[in-house]
């Protein structure tokens, strides 16, 4: 079986309010080859950093609480434009209940990253979302 390689090109924008998390995974990401990273610490600059590059992203990481604009609201947000319909949201979360699970994924979240994760798991997830594109 031929092993999946991601696409060194792909372009990331990872959100959390977390100094920390977003060192650790930007630290991941760059361990799997991919550069092509911008930062925000919540919601709302996400969204502007969005607008400042013409949605030009392949994926969004993002933690689900934070302060601002929460995750599930960047992603209600993205999802209610046409032009980002198809931009993959890995939500990263603490929160585990079915409520939050159903919300993100009526709202079209690609997949879900539990915290604590290691950067197999990250990688893992990456691959996932890719492979079924």
């Known amino acids: 079986m031929v092993e999946f390689k991601l696409d060194p090109n792909i372009r990331v924008l990872v959100v959390d309010d977390s100094d920390t998390m977003r060192i650790i995974i930007i630290s991941a ?3 799997l ?9 919540n919601g709302k600059k996400a ?12 994926l969004i990481i993002s ?3 934070m302060p ?9 947000e993205i999802r209610s434009h046409e032009e980002y319909k198809d931009l993959h949201f890995l939500m990263v979360t603490a929160e585990k209940t079915m409520t939050h699970v159903v919300q993100a994924v009526k709202m079209g979240v690609s997949d ?7 950067s197999e798991m990250l990688e893992s997830k990456i691959q996932k979302i890719f492979k079924s594109k």
């Open 47 to 58: 969204l502007a950093i969005l607008e400042e590059d013409d949605g030009n992203f392949d």
């Open 68 to 76: 601002g604009m929460q995750g599930i609201d960047l992603l209600r």
């Open 33 to 41: 080859g991919l550069t092509k990273i911008k930062e925000a610490f």
């Open 112 to 118: 879900f990253l539990p915290k604590p994760f290691t």
């Open 29 to 31: 990401l760059k361990k």
């Open 63 to 65: 933690d689900w609480n």
